[in-house]
């Protein structure tokens, strides 16, 4: 028998195998059918997409601690955000109360 490694349940949810319910965590595996009835289920905690971005082009690029390389995470996982400013070309000049007594410089 073998169990899906994972099932994608709708826009940025998961499930995730993670074991059968004696134990064993290997997707495929052998059973012995007995005259007896048997039962056997497998865990599949819910894993959910997070994802961060900035609504400006050169607004801010996100970290996400830990990582994950698809960007799922299991739930109940804690992830820090930090932002940090991207690098804009160019630099405000001048002096002012306002933001519009700035100009742009090259």
């Given at each position: 028998?073998?169990?899906p ?6 826009a ?7 074991s ?50 698809d ?8 992830v ?14 001048g ?5 519009e ?6």
């Open positions: 028998m073998i169990a490694a994972s099932l994608l349940l709708g940025g949810t998961r499930v995730q195998f993670a059968w319910s004696d134990g064993v965590t290997a997707l495929s595996r052998s059973i012995q059918v007995v005259s007896d009835r048997q039962t056997l289920g497998a865990s599949y905690p819910y894993s959910y997409l997070l994802a961060a971005s900035s609504d400006r082009a050169n607004g801010s690029d996100f970290v996400l601690h830990p990582t994950s390389a960007g799922f995470y299991a739930g109940g996982t804690a820090s955000v930090t932002a940090q400013p991207r690098a804009v070309s160019g630099f405000i000049t002096k002012a109360t306002s933001p007594g700035c100009s742009r410089g090259p």
